[in-house]
């Protein structure tokens, strides 16, 4: 079946280094894959996404490529701030041959930013 | 749109009680699922739904979980009898279907349970 792996946290940095979150995937479709970012006492929201391979989803800074080839996409950002301090998982979407679509989920990255 | 609505947004309850939490999915989305997360398990699938028939259900702990979508817009989790091991965020969201690009998943607020 489908799975995703990312890199165990927590994850602490410095304010203004840069980020990378490992994250590798196994499907047997053509999945889209995400990033999903989970602030403190929140549900989950969408970062970014990519539908197909060699795509770059971009946002607030964050961004990810997907690489059919390596079955990756690692989650960058080139200078962090506090406030990029959530939880961090990597995410795909299969379509199911009954129709819908299946979300599949890495167990999250904590990143902690500091002064 | 309002998103997806989750209520109650906390719940405390005594051990052996029946609880119901409950999602209002964004209007027009096939796609429902049912995640709980805790500290030592992460985010977990538990079930989900495709044009409110269960499609896959093998996350369920166990018995005393339950979950129903009677329309398209509403589907209900219940634990029966809950508990103390149930303490968790329960989170539903809900997609599209169809066009690969809205294959994403849009979260709610999630519910935190308790039991004591």
């Known amino acids: 079946g489908d799975s995703v792996t990312q890199m165990e946290g927590p994850v602490t940095l410095s304010e203004e280094a840069f980020l990378t979150i490992n994250c590798t995937y196994t499907a047997t479709g053509y999945p889209s894959l995400f990033w999903y970012v989970q602030y403190p006492g929140e549900g989950l929201q969408l970062l970014l996404k990519a539908t197909k391979a060699d795509d770059k989803g971009s946002n607030k800074g964050f961004e990810a490529t997907y690489r059919k080839e390596t079955t990756s996409f690692h989650l960058e950002k080139g200078s962090v701030q506090v406030s990029d301090s959530a939880v961090y998982f990597c995410a795909l979407s299969d379509e199911l041959t009954g129709g819908g679509n299946k979300l599949t989920f890495g167990t999250g990255t904590q990143l902690k930013v500091e002064l | 749109d309002a998103g997806v609505i989750q209520s109650p947004r906390h719940e405390v309850t005594e051990m052996g009680q029946e609880v119901t939490l409950r999602c209002k999915p964004i209007?027009?989305?096939?796609?429902l699922f049912w995640y709980r997360q805790t500290m030592m398990r992460g985010l977990e699938l538990l079930i989900y739904?495709?044009?409110?028939?269960?499609?896959?259900d093998s996350g369920m702990p166990e018995d005393r979980f339950s979950a129903k979508m009677p329309n398209a817009s509403f589907s209900t989790l219940k634990i029966q009898p809950s508990e103390p091991r149930d303490s968790a965020v329960y989170f539903c969201?809900?997609?599209?279907?169809?066009?690969?690009?809205?294959?994403?998943?849009?979260f709610g607020q999630g519910t935190r349970l308790t039991v004591v």
């Open positions: 969201a809900t997609g599209g279907q169809g066009a690969i690009t809205n294959t994403e998943a849009f």
């Open positions: 739904f495709n044009n409110n028939v269960p499609i896959d």
């Open positions: 209007s027009g989305h096939n796609s």
